[in-house]
Structure formats: structure tokens, C-alpha cells
Nanobody, 125 residues
Framework: VQLQASGGGLVQAGNSLRLSCAAS????????AAWFRQAPGKEREFVAG????????YYADSVKGRFTISRDNAKTTMYLQMNNLKPEDTAVYYC???????????????????WGQGTQVTVSS
């Protein structure tokens, strides 16, 4: 599976962006896909995840109520709608996927074996 992230950019605080993650190759209908982010000097952190088959979603507390993760019906593209962006949301955002990650581990970056290349999101105050 190859993942291609896009949609990042520079926005002012309070505005919105939508990130996309397109999957190609052996796409799948099971497992979990997620968004992580990494700010300079910080560890990569979980942002949001979705179970491909059930559509169940999971969020980090810092983005709950502002970000929405979704996937299309063909299950080949995942999205992250980011509203009311804050300067602390500035980071490189990565999409990730795994057919085998268990729900208790979905917030761990090392649970994923497919990664996109990252897209920069910069929020100015």
C-alpha cells in the first residue's frame, strides 16, 4: 500500500484546512488508518484514527470537537477536516495505515507499517 498525503498549507488561526490521504496498490477494507503529526523538536503524536470497515473514529483530546476524520465509500481516500485551527496545530501531518493494528494500540506510531510522506500545516496567530 502506498499513501499520498496532501492539502497542507499556511492559514490564520481560526480558519480551516482539509487534508487528504490517497491509498494505492493493495488497498484494504480492514484495519485502521490514522493521522499523526510532528512539530519541530517534538515526538510524533496521534491525531485521529478510523477503522476502515466499521468507520469508528478516535481522536486525541487536543483536537476533539475541531477535527473530523473520514474515509470515502470506496475506502481508498481518507480525510482530515481541521476547523478552528490554532498555532499549536502547526506540524507536519502524516497519514498511516495498518491492516493488523489492534484498537488498544492505534495511538502508537510504531503500530503502523504504511506511512505517507507528510504535509506541512502552519497556523499563524
Amino acid at each position: 500500500v502506498q499513501l499520498q498525503a496532501s492539502g497542507g498549507g499556511l492559514v490564520q488561526a481560526g480558519n480551516s484546512l482539509r487534508l487528504s490521504c490517497a491509498a494505492s496498490g493493495r488497498t484494504f477494507s480492514t484495519g485502521v488508518a490514522a493521522w499523526f503529526r510532528q512539530a519541530p523538536g517534538k515526538e510524533r503524536e496521534f491525531v485521529a484514527g478510523v477503522r476502515w470497515s466499521a468507520g469508528t473514529t478516535y481522536y486525541a483530546d487536543s483536537v476533539k470537537g475541531r477535527f473530523t476524520i473520514s474515509r470515502d465509500n470506496a475506502k481508498t481516500t481518507m480525510y482530515l477536516q481541521m476547523n478552528n485551527l490554532k498555532p499549536e496545530d502547526t506540524a507536519v501531518y502524516y497519514c498511516a495505515a495498518s491492516r493488523t493494528v489492534i484498537i488498544s494500540a492505534l495511538r502508537r506510531a510504531d503500530a503502523y507499517n504504511f506511512w505517507g510522506q507528510g504535509t506541512q500545516v502552519t497556523v499563524s496567530s
